[in-house]
């Protein structure tokens, strides 16, 4: 499933001789207006209570934030690499100004702090592509 269409790049449009990123999204699609997604593994449960009180309260402020929910906790294939999500979880937002205002909203404060005593997890906010 594609969640956005991207232009049409080269992998050295992107790379630079070494393997490395030679250029960030915006320098990429020349926007300055991109998606931005949250992406949370969470690799452990101690409280799948607390979890579960989370998840029915969180969906409603994502929304408010204009998230929408891509993955949560689908299965995941490792092709390359030695990574291996446990129960990943995939929001994405229409900017990164919006995905950082629900992060560090009042609203969702209290349940951040819910989630954290529920689970230990990675979370990584990343910049998306500008749609075309």
């Known amino acids: 499933m594609n969640l956005i269409a991207a232009p049409e790049l080269r992998a050295s449009d992107w790379l630079n001789v070494e ?9 990429l699609t020349q ?3 991109m998606s931005a997604f949250f992406f949370f593994d969470n690799v452990e449960v101690h409280d799948p209570a607390k979890l579960a ?9 994502v929304d408010r934030y204009g998230g929408k929910y891509r993955v ?10 030695q990574w291996k999500p446990a129960y990943p979880v995939l929001i ?11 992060y560090r909203s009042e609203d ?5 702090r819910l989630r954290r005593s ?6 990584v906010l990343i910049e998306g592509l500008a749609e075309q």
């Open 118 to 123: 529920a689970v230990t997890n990675t979370g």
């Open 108 to 112: 969702y404060e209290p349940l951040k």
């Open 72 to 81: 949560v906790g689908g299965a995941a294939k490792v092709l390359e690499g």
């Open 19 to 27: 393997g490395q990123p030679a250029k960030t999204a915006p320098e």
């Open 31 to 33: 926007e300055k207006t």
């Open 53 to 61: 009180e989370y998840a029915e309260k969180v969906a409603p402020i």
């Open 92 to 102: 994405e937002f229409e900017s990164v100004e919006r995905a950082e205002a629900w």
